[in-house]
């Protein structure tokens, strides 16, 4: 084979190599440690190892580029020369170093998950304190890091003279070009052109696992953000499922459709439509604990506190996520959190049932309001997409001198923009629907000073939390002076808590966040003590608006629907809890389900026998969840 190597860019080949055949190995230990749950045949066999060999290839071409833009690059007279080996075996060392950690990786992750990387590896680059504190306590770190490392010098050293064949042998730029762009244009054809569903031929799931490549599923799972619902949760029977969730989604004025397979209803109310204008603002980690209302001392939400006795106020109201964007799908979708990443930040998300959509048939202006780049976290495509005009810092008038973090402008000069939207549909005689995402309460927690008792300079977290509700009362002060204000609704709602972690994988306090729908022309004040998810709020508002439409939220209209379908949704990338007359049901990775009895008030929670129809409502709710997205079930049209 010393032919191949005895080229400028047999370094490149050589790489491949290497990755095709610690694949193969990797895929032969798999192979062997999951006997007993493959069907074996001739057809089953072949796909394994030629659809992997093929996966293994795209694999190595992305592993050379490195390689192959340093062979392209580096000029004879110096590639020729003996120090350019140090460059070349650092290359390869890094690489290789990468390689053998994978095989041991993949083994472990085969041997816990029965299949190659997927979502949840993508998540331990996450939850990286969590992840390294487990294998700290699993494993003999130093024990398996010195066999990596020594795994790595053999291989380097068996190596060697092919990476050094290279030098021997000149090759002028025009053909070495030649052969960078015939490389460049096979990885990107792989990248382009190539998916991770080619290796699903089987009927058997364990076959088309180890027809993949590990490395290469990682990259697949980092990029499309989803964990396969049937494949890791428990499921149900997709007739029996949607029964469940017709039943519960049920109400005196929804007529649903013959689709079996569909949650689509038209709701009819018998009195006119109200098509108020609405102002949804979304504000950034704000716990319910934060609020003097729920027992917190520091007299930091004071504006906030003093709206409770002019607004509907849910007082046990629970946010799907810990993150933004699972906040800002549970507002706009109306639909429960299913695994892996919010549906903000998935391929395939265009054109969904969204409120904006919802909305702008019925001839509102519908935009999306953030103070930052909105390129972040994929928010301004998303809303972009799906019925909304996106308004973010870059519309902001002489914004550079305006205040700001690395998340965006202070939240006061957001609120301005609103006021301006909201003018400026006025002005045209239309209803509007603005939708702002707050920034200001997110670390490293500064504001301009001079705004509220506490200096931007402390950096607390109490400190941007009062920032925050400073902003929102100037916001509405100057909004109560507009000739619209009498005929808008402002909702005030979290779009997760600020912190998640607790005594329990899914503390049900930790996802308690306060939401006012504050309207006092419109909607009398009250307590709402009934449990409601964010996924709720949208729908109990076009309730109470009355209005008539064709809907595929599976949030709910609480004020339509019997109390004893009450029900909240938390979530992490993994677990998915389903809260209901105080237990919680929790659905896992591995197909796993347990309950537990939560006292709300204090968190406190026991393990309890689990009771079968609550666990076939929560399968019933998540597995629609992630059948109707994957189906195109929940798009507009």
Known sequence: ?????????????????????????????????????????????????FIGLFYDFITGLFFALPVALYCWLMKDAWYQKKWNRVPLFILFFIILLILVFNVGGEITFWNEFSTRYNFI?????????????????????????????????????????????????????????????????????????VNNSFKNF?????????????VYEFGAAFWHNEIDYPSFYKTGNHEENFSIIRNLLQQPDARFTSNPLSIEREIVPGLPERKWNIVLISVESLSGSYLKYFGN??????YLDSLIPHSLFFKNFYA????????????????????????????????????????????????????????????????SHNGYKVIDERDIPDVANKFKTAWGVADEFSFDLVINACDSSYK???????????????????YPDGRIDRPSKSKSIQGAVKYTDYSIHKFIQDAKSKPWFDSTVFIIVADHCARSAGKTELPLENYHIPCFIYAPALI???????????????????????LHYKSKFMGFDIYNSPPQNS????????????????????????????????????????????????IKEAIAWYQTASYLFNNNGYKKN
């Open 297 to 302: 001392t520091e007299n930091i939400t004071p």
């Open 121 to 193: 590896a993508v998540d331990y680059l996450i939850y990286t304190t969590e992840v390294i504190g487990n294998i700290q306590e699993s494993y003999n770190m130093p024990l398996i890091l010195g066999a990596v490392l020594i795994g790595v010098i053999v291989l380097l050293y068996l190596v060697r003279k092919k990476i050094t064949l290279s030098q021997t042998v000149s090759m002028r730029f025009a053909l070495r070009s030649i052969y960078f762009l015939g490389f460049l244009a096979l990885a990107a054809a792989g990248y382009f052109f």
């Open 320 to 383: 799907t996520g810990t993150r933004t964007v699972r906040g800002l799908e549970a507002l706009s979708l109306s639909i429960p959190p299913t695994p892996g990443q919010s549906i903000v930040r998935r391929p395939n998300n265009e054109n969904m049932f969204t409120i904006g959509n919802l909305l702008k048939d019925k001839g509102y202006d519908t935009r999306f309001v953030y103070g930052g780049n909105s390129f972040f976290d994929n928010m301004g495509y998303y809303f």
């Open 202 to 214: 089987s009927r058997n799931n364990y076959v088309n696992e180890l027809s993949g490549n590990g």
């Open 524 to 546: 009398p004040a009250k307590i709402e003590d009934r449990f409601t998810s964010q996924i709720d709020l949208l729908p109990t508002l076009l309730g109470l608006m009355n």
């Open 428 to 446: 045209q005689n239309k209803p509007f629907f603005n939708h702002i995402m707050t920034v200001s309460n997110h670390r490293p927690y500064t």
């Open 567 to 614: 029900r909240v949704f938390i979530s992490t990338y993994q677990k998915l809890g389903y809260f209901k007359n105080n237990d919680l049901v929790t659905l896992a990775p591995l197909k796993k389900t347990e309950m537990e009895q939560i006292n709300p008030k204090n968190g406190d929670t026991k393990l309890v026998v689990a009771d079968s129809n609550l």
């Open 1 to 49: 084979m010393n032919p191949i190597f005895k080229n400028r860019f047999g370094p490149v080949f050589l790489v491949i190599i290497l990755v095709i055949s610690l694949s193969f190995i990797t895929r032969v230990v798999l192979l062997v440690s999951s006997w007993s749950n493959i069907d074996f045949s001739f057809l089953n066999l072949l796909g394994i190892f």
